[in-house]
Nanobody, 123 residues
Framework: QVQLVESGGGLVQAGDSLRLSCAAS????????MGWFRQAPGKEREFVAA????????YYADSVKGRFTISRDNAKNTVYLQMNSLKPEDTAVYYC????????????????WGQGTQVTVSS
């Protein structure tokens, strides 16, 4: 079992930066590909970024490519999402997720989810 706890959300202005963290429990964290998803009010949850177990392979949604960076520190059992040049349309609850199999861009590819952290970007 893996438990995930997100942190780092908040209220910022357009153009600002935030770094989200996702702390994972369990000794097998290093085996799990990880992902970040987000859900805006009235919208379905959508893929943001994903990273393989080694940290060498990453994927991004087109809407965040070039602005967001996913990374991980396996020694700290933590995955990060660095968000730069934030826009009002980035406002959402951000969730991290862990996969028991392979890195994925679809929700169904993930087995464990955190509770989410709110990111609000004002214009």
């Amino acid at each position: 079992q893996v438990q995930l706890v997100e942190s780092g959300g908040g209220l910022v202005q357009a153009g600002d930066s935030l770094r989200l963290s996702c702390a994972a429990s369990g000794r097998t964290f290093t085996r799990y590909p990880m992902g970040w998803f987000r859900q805006a009010p009235g919208k379905e949850r959508e893929f943001v970024a994903a990273i393989d177990w080694s940290g060498r392979i990453t994927y991004y949604a087109d809407s965040v490519k070039g602005r967001f960076t996913i990374s991980r520190d396996n020694a700290k059992n933590t995955v990060y999402l660095q968000m730069n040049s934030l826009k009002p349309e980035d406002t959402a609850v951000y969730y991290c997720a862990a996969s028991r199999e392979s890195v994925a861009v679809l929700e169904g590819g993930y087995d464990y989810w955190g509770q989410g952290t709110q990111v609000t970007v004002s214009s």
